[in-house]
Each structure stands twice: as C-alpha cells, then as structure tokens.
C-alpha cells in the first residue's frame, strides 16, 4: 500500500480491530444454552423442517441443470481469493471508480462509526423515516437503533425484514429472516402492527403480501427527507457498480426513487472487474433461492441527472473484517456472497434456528465469521461456543458456491481455543483434557484398548432397552452425550467376533475332514494344472506317490 493511500486497513503494520462491542454479532448466552431453549419449541422446529427441506429441493434442481457447474464454482473461489489478497489496491481502485461517477465515499471502521456517518447524512437531509433495502451490514452494526437514538425511524422495505420489524423481533435466516414465523403468526404480527388493516384478513400468502404492499406503498410515495438505504451483494472495483438482487421490486423502488441513497457495504464484497460479475449472478441465485436467476438485479454507478438518486453515499465498513484477513487460515470466511445454502443443509441449524447461535450471521457460516471478527476473549464469551455449534459432517462445504472450507475453518477455531485455554489453565487441566488425555493412552495400547471394548457390552447389559438412557450428571462428560441422544448399546467387539469367527471355522474344518491333515483324498473343485494334485471338478483323486524315490508318470498326472 502506498504511503499517498486513503485506505487504512491496519496491515500489516498494526493489529486489526476486532468489530465494535455494539454489533449484533454476539450473543447473551452460549450456543448450547441457547440452543437448548430453541429445540424446546416444536412449532420452530416444524417450520425450520418445512422452509429449508423445500428451499434444498429446489436448489438441487437449479444445480443440475448447469452441466459445468464446478467449473463455476472454482471460477468463483478463484475470484474471492484474488479479492482478499488484494483487497487494498481493490478498495482503493473502487473508491476512485465511485468518486469519478459523482459518488461520495466514507470509511467506517466499526458500528459506531458507520451509524455515525449514515446518522448525519440522514439528518443533515432532513429525514425523519427512511426506507431500507433488506441488508445483513446494517443488521449487523445495528443501524436502525441507531437511528432510532436520533429519531429517526427506519422501515424495512423487504417484506420478511418488515415482519421481523413489526414483531419486535430478530432475524434468524440469511435468506428469509422470519423463517421461524408462520403464516398465522404473521397474520397476528400484521394485525397488531398496521393500521386501518380489515380483521377479517386470513392467512393465506397472497392475502398478507398485498397487505404489505398496501402499507409499503404509503412510505415509498410519502418519504420527507427522501432518504434510503441499502446493502450491496457486490461492488464492482473497475466501475464503480454497485449490485443489488432480491425477489420482490421493493429494493429497486428504495433504490430509484429517493433523493439520496446511502449504501453500507462491507470491505469484502468486492468483485475486480464488470466481467467477473457473471460468475456470480451465475452461482448465487442458484444457491440462494433455487432460481436460475433473481426477478430483479439493480445496478447502479454514482449519480445522473434526471435518473435515479440525486445524491449518493457510499460507507465502505471494516468492524472486524480486517482482524479476518489477518488469519491466514480463516480469512476465506470473507469470501462468503451470503446465499445461505449452508445454512439450509446444516442439521445443527435445521434443529436450533437462527437465534441459538446470537449473531446476525447464523449458521455454519456464522459459526466461522462471528468469532473471527469479534474474537474469541474467553470461558465466559457466547462466541467462544459457536466453532462447536457443528457435527463437522461437511454438507456446508459441498453446496457452498465459492467453496469455503468450513468444516476445515471450524477445527482451525476449536484449535485456537483449546491453546487458548491451555494458556490460561495449564495443560490437561479441564475434565476434556483429562477425558481426552486418557483416550490418547488407552487407544495407543492394542491390549488395554482390547479389554475396554470387550468389558463395554457386559457393563452395559444391565441397562433395559436397547439404548443407553440418560446417565448421572455425576459422571465426567458423559452427561453431554447422553442427555440429547439415543446411543446404542455396544455390541459384541471386532477382536471378539474374529476370535469366535476362527473357532468356528476351524471347527467346521475339522468336521470335513476326519482323516486329518495327511489324508489323501479330496473333494476339491480346483482345475487340476501344473503337476498333477488338482481334482478335476469335485471327484476324489488319489494322491502321488511320496518320498525321494518315487517316479511319478508325467502323463498320467499331465
């Protein structure tokens, strides 16, 4: 980076800030707590079950249908790469490319700056409600609070956003926010929320989106102040472009009618060339929503007269991404286009949701990102749990477009913590540890591991049922294990089965052949080549004679 540059990203020459205390990328309670709480409620987990089981379908439809689409899939990580390690010259390259196209850049380095900057923008305008393009950077440094602290009220125009928004309540999806809500529950939420709505309003889903609209509607033709904002999918460095795809139209009319559009973007969305656009508009709506492409992609570069937005605002936000780049074997959590296919595979958050894992990001992809850009500070840290919040079972890693590793990043988190609390505590002082420890001796130990297997199904016999219940809290570990699953009682061990497996044989052996071992005959069904003791096809054949002077006829055993 050159000495002239207006970007500071801190690398390397000072240690990245991790993101801001008030971002929504952490929780109150820990993943198991919280998780706990969540798979208690059977109406989540039917509607989680439905969405994302439906949402996997039709993303496997919309794969097959693309006969390279592997090749797309390394073109996409290979873009990503060349993005992170080059971010700098990226950043600055599209900074000059908005500028040039009548665009104002900021630089946020935390939440509190980027509410900062869209907090005075808004004011300076004289906004009293702005509009809202469905965005994961604004949730995640909690803009709409902070506006809120200003006075002023900011409306989500995306209509899961709104539902979330109106209930009082948090997202839980990358995708669909209130996928953990209901068509019930949202009948009640927009009841209780909107006003002059006719009571005798059902459930069905095109009964609630016009309600919706109807109410959207109002905003976008009465905004004083004319303010919106926005996220972006992708920022193109070579232009300038920003790029917005969604489902409903709504964020195309926050987009184009204001005055003025603000736009929080995180550092990492950025593709290097309008070219490399193509990949994924290719990959994303096909791993996102199962379509081969979004109803509504909205491009747009600074400002025109007589088009579009008067004024435009880019916030370029940092808030613990950089503290992500410095980690050689985590930074590719940065690659993610936040399409949400890991999550709907995922069968740790198809069972707890989104709100057991306390951040904006949810999921596998949470699991990795929230912790890097927070950091892990302890015991007592929420995020510390989330790298454990996985069965490590690899499904996120095969639909993810761009290929992040996420099971791999997740064993790097656990590895960190681990030393983490070995620094802190000394070695093998945790009953993991100790438990562990003890695992390392007894599986180095062929004869001590022997007995343990062999005594495990004769200790266990005095259980009823064919499962292990629920064991005493008293017991190191195992709680944990028992208390949530159904674990099968140990059967009969390999060296045992072998063991018995040879008696048996041998005995079976030795009832075919009473003579003994020097009989001379034989049934068996070989083919009889080379020097004669083959049997033909199952008829006795008479031995050779044996001894140094025996002269056996060459033709008669040809």
Request: charged residues 25%; proline residues 7%; negative net charge.
């Amino acid at each position: 980076m050159s000495s002239t540059s207006t970007v500071h990203l801190g690398i390397p020459q000072v240690r990245p800030q991790h993101a801001s205390p008030s971002s929504t990328l952490r929780g109150e309670r820990g993943f198991p707590e919280a998780a706990r709480d969540e798979l208690a409620n059977p109406t989540l987990r039917e509607n989680l079950r439905r969405a994302t089981s439906t949402i996997q379908s039709k993303r496997a439809s919309a794969v097959r249908e693309v006969r390279d689409w592997q090749k797309l899939r390394n073109a996409g990580s290979a873009l990503k790469w060349q993005v992170t390690d080059h971010l700098p010259e990226l950043l600055e390259q599209l900074e000059s490319s908005v500028t040039a196209a009548g665009g104002v850049v900021h630089w946020a380095r935390d939440a509190e700056e980027a509410g900062e900057i869209v907090t005075a923008l808004a004011l300076e305008r004289g906004a009293r409600e702005v509009l809202k393009v469905k965005s994961m950077a604004t949730q995640e440094i909690g803009l709409n609070e902070a506006l809120a602290h200003a006075g002023i009220r900011a409306i989500e125009s995306d209509l899961a956003e709104l539902i979330v928004q109106l209930a009082d309540d948090t997202p839980s999806h990358i995708l669909v926010p209130a996928i953990h809500r209901n068509r019930a529950e949202i009948r009640e939420i927009f009841l209780a929320s909107m006003p002059d709505l006719d009571e005798s309003i059902t459930d069905e889903p095109a009964e609630l989106a016009e309600a919706a609209r109807r109410f959207l509607r109002e905003k976008f033709l009465d905004m004083p102040g004319s303010v919106a904002i926005s996220g972006a999918n992708f920022a193109i460095a070579e232009t300038g472009t920003l790029v917005v795809v969604e489902s409903e139209g709504n964020g195309r009319m926050c987009l184009t009618l204001p005055k003025t559009l603000i736009s929080v973007v995180g550092i990492e969305k950025i593709v290097p060339t309008f070219e490399d656009l193509e990949v994924f508009l290719q990959l994303l709506p096909r791993s996102s929503t199962g379509e081969r492409m979004n109803p509504y992609t909205t491009m747009f570069t600074g400002v025109h007269d007589g088009d579009g937005p008067e004024e435009f605002h880019l916030v370029l936000l940092d808030n613990g991404r950089s503290a992500v780049l410095e980690d050689p074997e985590g930074r590719s959590a940065l690659h993610c286009i936040r399409c949400s296919a890991c999550l709907n595979v995922c069968p740790v958050y198809v069972r707890a949701g989104g709100h057991a894992y306390g951040s904006t990001y949810p999921g596998p992809i949470g699991a990795i990102l929230s912790p890097q850009m927070t950091g892990m500070s302890g015991d007592d840290d929420p995020n510390s749990t989330l790298p454990y919040a996985s069965s490590l079972c690899g499904a996120c890693y095969d639909v993810c477009p761009v290929k992040i590793n996420i099971p791999e990043i997740l064993v790097h988190l656990r590895a960190k913590d681990v030393d983490r609390r070995r620094e802190t505590r000394g070695d093998f002082h945790g009953t993991w540890d100790m438990a562990l420890k003890g695992a390392g001796k007894l599986m180095s130990s062929p004869r001590a591991y022997d007995l343990a297997v062999r005594s495990a199904g004769p200790l266990t016999s005095v259980l009823g049922g064919k499962n292990i219940g629920k064991l005493p809290g008293v017991l190191p570990l195992i709680p944990g294990w028992t208390d949530h699953r159904d674990l099968p009682k140990p059967g009969t061990s390999f060296r045992s089965w072998w063991d018995q497996h040879e008696k048996e044989r041998a005995a079976a052996d030795g009832a075919a052949d009473p003579v003994g071992p020097e009989s001379a005959t034989g049934t068996g069904t070989g083919t009889g080549t080379g020097t004669g003791t083959g049997t033909g096809t199952g008829e006795a054949a008479t031995a050779p004679p044996a001894g140094p002077d025996a002269a056996p006829d060459s033709e008669e055993q040809a």
